[in-house]
């Protein structure tokens, strides 16, 4: 007998003190994280040990600034993740906006041009007649001919500029001159827009400007399921922009509303960056049992109790709900977060807490649960010595 209790014991030690439990958790009293972490600052990158912040009002208060903040500044949190995102640095903010000029004539574009009083300087339009046989077409080196004016540029020149030449040009041979000149058909600005709308393509620059908003408007508008709200990007002369439409839609500002010009591509980004990883004691409803999930942010936007409540909640039998985390591997700046919610009044803290792209919120096991794991895997070794220690009392008995 006291063989078997000291083998008993033995496997007990051997059993607590190896990593033989599976699963994760975090140390009870932990107030820095385990591993060091690469912190930027100064230029540099350093490895620190991240200190464990306490979720309270006053953490809240300081998050939801950010968040509240729709538009990609500078020193964004969003604006970072994007970065990260796309692999390259996006250049923060929205190009110099200017001044709308009137429409300037390009190659390929086709010019009606009517001289009053004078027909036969007139090409006639018809109904059966299309804008490439009603006007003249602007050629690719920038001019038109036009009978008694000859070569004139249109390049780079509005419709009046164009008027006057050809009024100086005829007045030589027509007293009185009246004509008038219009871009029948516009063919040599484009602007693509690109990616979860429900209608890419190539969309025609014309003499109304073509802002962000209409070309997506014109373009479908994006889709509600899979689009990337916040972070559209803008990539011209080289150059990429990022642009947040819902500060656009929700919060009228009118600074990401661009004016586009030719060359420019619009490229609205998937949502399946904007995901949240529950791992943990969570419960997951119906016949699903499986304990980790990822999360698709609505709108880019999430807040902690919405992560535990699309997750089932916390397992009530084998969590420890006072010992929530949210790890947040930010680009320049990770943290992790903690969260009480052993009293449920912690969850109204837990339902302004925002959430980012990639978080990890992760539900503690509870003490007690890991003990009796190890009660279960040591259960059948007891019984077996049982077993064992039984047959060797009764072979005495037997032989005799």
Avoid at 44 to 51: A, H, R, Y
Avoid at 71 to 85: H, K, M, T, V
Avoid at 120 to 148: C, K
Avoid at 308 to 324: F, H, M
């Amino acid at each position: 007998m006291r063989k078997r209790s000291l083998l008993i014991l033995l496997i007990l030690a051997t059993l607590t003190g190896c990593t033989i439990i599976p699963g994760m958790h975090v140390s009870p009293f932990a107030n820095q994280s385990s591993i060091e972490m690469p912190v930027g600052g100064n230029n540099e990158t350093l490895l620190k040990k991240l200190n464990i912040q306490t979720i309270t009002a006053q953490k809240i208060i300081e998050l939801e600034k950010n968040v509240n903040n729709r538009s990609l500044g500078a020193n964004n949190a969003a604006n970072l993740y994007f970065d990260y995102r796309i692999g390259s640095k996006t250049v923060k903010g929205t190009p110099v906006s200017k001044d709308y000029k009137q429409y300037l004539v390009g190659p390929r574009d086709i010019l009606n041009i009517t001289v009053w009083e004078h027909p036969e300087l007139t090409i006639p339009a018809g109904e059966f007649r299309s804008a490439e046989t009603a006007g003249n077409v602007v050629g690719e080196d920038g001019t038109f001919f036009y009978p008694y004016a000859g070569i004139v540029t249109a390049a780079g020149r509005t419709v009046e500029e164009i008027r006057a030449e050809l009024t100086e040009k005829l007045s030589k041979y027509i007293e009185q001159i009246q004509l008038d000149v219009r871009v029948t058909s516009y063919r040599s600005q484009r602007v693509y827009v690109v990616g979860e709308v429900k209608q890419p393509g190539i969309q025609l620059v014309k003499d109304i400007p073509l802002t962000v908003l209409e070309a997506i408007n014109s373009a479908g508008g994006v889709k509600a399921d899979t689009a990337d709200q916040r972070n559209v990007t803008l990539t011209r002369d080289g150059k990429t922009y990022s642009i947040n439409l819902l500060s656009l839609y929700e919060g009228g500002d009118i600074t990401q509303n661009i004016m586009l010009k030719h060359g420019d591509v619009l490229n609205v980004a998937d949502n399946n960056f904007n995901k949240i990883f529950v791992l943990g004691e969570t419960t997951i409803g119906g016949s699903n049992s499986a304990r980790s999930r990822s999360l698709f942010m609505n709108k880019g936007r999430m807040t902690l109790a919405e992560a535990l409540s699309d997750a089932g909640g916390v397992n009530q039998e084998t969590s420890d709900a006072a010992r929530i985390f949210v790890f947040r591997s930010g680009v320049n700046k990770p943290e992790i977060f903690h969260l009480d919610a052993k009293s449920p009044d912690a969850l109204l803290l837990a339902d302004r807490f925002p959430l980012q792209p990639h978080d990890v919120v992760y539900v503690d096991r509870a003490e007690g649960i890991r003990w009796n794991q190890i009660i279960a895997q040591i259960q059948p070794t007891i019984t077996l010595l049982n077993i064992f220690d039984g047959s060797l009392k009764v072979q005495p008995f037997l032989a005799q």
